[in-house]
């Protein structure tokens, strides 16, 4: 089985994070190597460009793949996304020099026809650009965009940003929001009657475990016979909190689950029920 990941940009280390967590370990770092094995028997990764993971899954490459939201829509790739993930979020925006006397979409459509866009992600500007009646010009790059304008290469960009900072620092200020994006476990539309079908089935699950576990921490404690029923009153838990009676004694180790946001009220709750002894763990994966 191959999972494709970025072989570098800013998803690339994020996802290798990711998979550790999963349990998916590179077992080599050698950064020209483009298949890699991993600590899984049988799953291997292979390092591509982001914008190209969509495809290459498409066309089979790889079963599964780790890419952008962004480059899915910019790909027109005939694939699935599996697992929307909790990293790689960003946005994509037009941007203008911030001399400009160009507040929004209406300002720029009213004063600033037949401009120059620069950007790599060409199908999502058109259809953009189309969608609010702008006329433009693209101007197809593969590198940074922002420093497009000041090259006198192209008046605007269409480009991801995360803090906006670099936008800033090269003069520039977005007036739209086009596209929101993040990190997504893509597949291509036949992965489930593949011959790797159980195992890529296996892969989701966990990738999926490690995804329920962010922010949930686990809760031990002890609790007398007689306060029981406060304690548990008083607790959230997935289904219901477990409890097993200790040895030798007249009480109860009562396990739960709760999100950390959660955790000073739910620990002040369970101590003024009559709870004690309060062990708070991280947890791994959640597997439904």
Not at 70 to 89: M, N
């Amino acid at each position: 089985m191959k999972v494709a990941i970025p072989n570098k940009g800013r998803l690339q280390q994020p996802t290798l994070q990711f998979l550790t967590q999963v349990g998916i370990k590179p077992l080599a770092g050698d950064e020209r190597a483009l298949m890699i094995p991993t600590s899984w028997d049988g799953v291997q990764l292979v390092m591509m460009r982001t914008e190209d993971i969509p495809n290459l899954v498409e066309a089979g490459a790889a079963e599964i793949g780790i890419t952008g939201h962004d480059y899915v829509t910019e790909s027109k790739a005939d694939v699935e996304e599996l697992i929307k993930l909790d990293f790689g979020k960003a946005k994509i925006v037009l941007a203008v020099p911030q001399n400009w006397d160009v507040e929004n979409v209406e300002d720029l459509r009213r004063k600033k026809n037949g401009i120059r866009i620069a950007t790599k992600y060409y199908n999502i500007a058109k259809e953009y650009l189309d969608k609010v009646d702008i006329d433009a010009k693209i101007v197809k790059i593969s590198g940074a965009a922002e420093v497009m304008p000041s090259l006198g290469a192209a008046d605007a960009i269409i480009d991801v940003v995360s803090t906006g900072t670099t936008l800033k620092l090269h003069g520039l200020k977005p007036i739209d929001e086009i596209l929101q994006t993040y990190a997504v476990v893509i597949g291509n539309k036949y992965w489930m009657k593949s011959e790797e079908a159980e195992r890529v089935n296996l892969v989701l699950t966990m990738m999926k475990g490690v995804i329920s576990a962010r922010g949930r921490k686990m809760i031990f404690m002890n609790v007398d016979d007689s306060k029981l029923e406060d304690v548990i009153s008083s607790l959230p838990a997935m289904l219901s909190p477990a409890i097993s009676r200790l040895s030798k004694t007249n009480a109860w180790e009562v396990i739960t689950v709760a999100e950390e946001s959660q955790l000073p009220e739910v620990i002040a709750k369970a101590k003024a029920a009559g709870a004690r002894d309060i062990v708070v763990v991280n947890i791994e994966k959640v597997v439904k």
